[in-house]
């Protein structure tokens, strides 16, 4: 019975990590678009509801109409904001191409993921 606990939880735990791996590559791929030369702008937000729109527009304007091409992307991520913020960022993502939401944890591996390759 034991041998079969152990073989049990051996199996969860690689099951688990196989997941973890596929998890990791989804983010790389789906993320990490980041081959193109340019600026790629990140902004972590935590509690800026109010003002978040009015950045958001500001930046997206510049890209959009200002004939701004050296900005490739903006990636939004919020930190566990208590008020409407994170409402906030996924909104712009439906309307603007130029526009990824990760979470943070999303966006610090991908962070360190640059940062291991130079």
């Known amino acids: 019975m034991l041998d079969f606990i152990l073989n049990a939880l051996v199996y969860t735990l690689a099951i688990?990590?196989?997941i973890e791996i596929i998890k990791m590559i989804y983010y790389i791929m789906e993320y990490t678009?980041?081959?193109?030369?340019?600026i790629y702008i990140i902004i972590a937000a935590k509690n800026q509801e109010k003002v978040i729109g009015?950045?958001?527009?500001?930046?997206l304007f510049k890209i959009m109409y200002g004939k701004e091409e050296v900005i490739k992307k903006v990636i939004l991520t919020d930190l566990s904001s208590r008020d409407k913020t994170f409402k906030e960022i996924k909104e712009f993502k439906k309307y603007?191409?130029?526009v990824k939401v990760s979470t943070w944890r999303e966006c610090k591996e991908i962070i360190d993921m640059i940062d291991d390759t130079e």
């Open 96 to 98: 603007n191409e130029y």
């Open 33 to 38: 678009n980041l081959n193109e030369d340019g």
């Open 54 to 59: 009015g950045i958001l527009r500001s930046i």
């Open 16 to 18: 688990y990590g196989l």
